[in-house]
């Protein structure tokens, strides 16, 4: 037990606390498993003490301050550059998940039909929006885990930046005529192609 407490006080000053607590965990399960087949006769590490890891690095979100001064010059933008900050500030979508977003993963819940139906086929009178975040624009197309595939409410500042948005690109449909490539992609050029992290920029 001795030899214990001193191991994890020595990883103290390299690891942060919950990193610890996950190395106790693992140790605490393993001699468990050990008792079950009467490899050992107790179990030491439940005796153990888990020290106070290292302090962690310094955050680098947005305080309070830093995202409505980025909001407020969001409003000011372009309807695209609007939306994409609105949404990724507000509610958690990754912007590799949004510049793969749909149109048809945009969705208002139609109180008549009792159903989620894309804004494109029910339109924007409604109380209730979300949105599908299934894709990415990573290799092979998928979210960065299978949990990250998910489906996010939408408070009401985020349904008037995409609003306006789909508002904008309808007029810039009609511009483009023949030019305009039907990709469904809520954020896209002038022409309706994907856009990459650098036009973003």
């Avoid at 919950?18 to 190395?23: E, T, V």
């Avoid at 498993?33 to 979100?61: F, Y």
């Avoid at 299934?134 to 996010?152: E, H, P, Y």
């Amino acid at each position: 037990m001795e030899d214990l407490d001193k191991w994890l006080a020595g990883k103290a000053g390299e690891l942060g606390t919950r990193s610890l607590k996950l190395i106790h965990g693992i140790l605490n399960r393993a001699v468990k498993s050990a008792m079950r087949r009467d490899k050992v006769k107790r179990n030491v590490v439940d005796l153990c003490d888990i020290p106070e890891g290292r302090a962690g690095r310094p955050s680098k979100a947005l305080t309070l301050a830093q995202a409505l001064a980025v909001l407020t010059q969001a409003e000011k933008s372009g309807e695209r550059m609007r939306a994409y900050i609105v949404l990724s500030l507000l509610i958690g979508a990754r912007t590799e998940e949004l510049r793969a977003l749909l149109w048809s993963h945009v969705v208002a819940y139609d109180e008549a039909r009792a159903a989620w139906l894309p804004v494109g086929e029910t339109g924007w009178e409604h109380e209730e929006f979300a949105i599908y975040v299934w894709r990415s624009v990573r290799q092979k197309g998928g979210t960065k885990t299978v949990k990250s595939r998910r489906s996010l409410k939408l408070p009401r500042r985020c349904v008037d930046a995409p609003r306006l948005l789909r508002e904008a690109q309808e007029i810039a449909q009609e511009k483009a005529g023949d030019r305009w490539k039907g990709t469904d992609l809520v954020f896209c050029t002038r022409t309706g192609t994907p856009v990459t992290a650098h036009n973003v920029r």
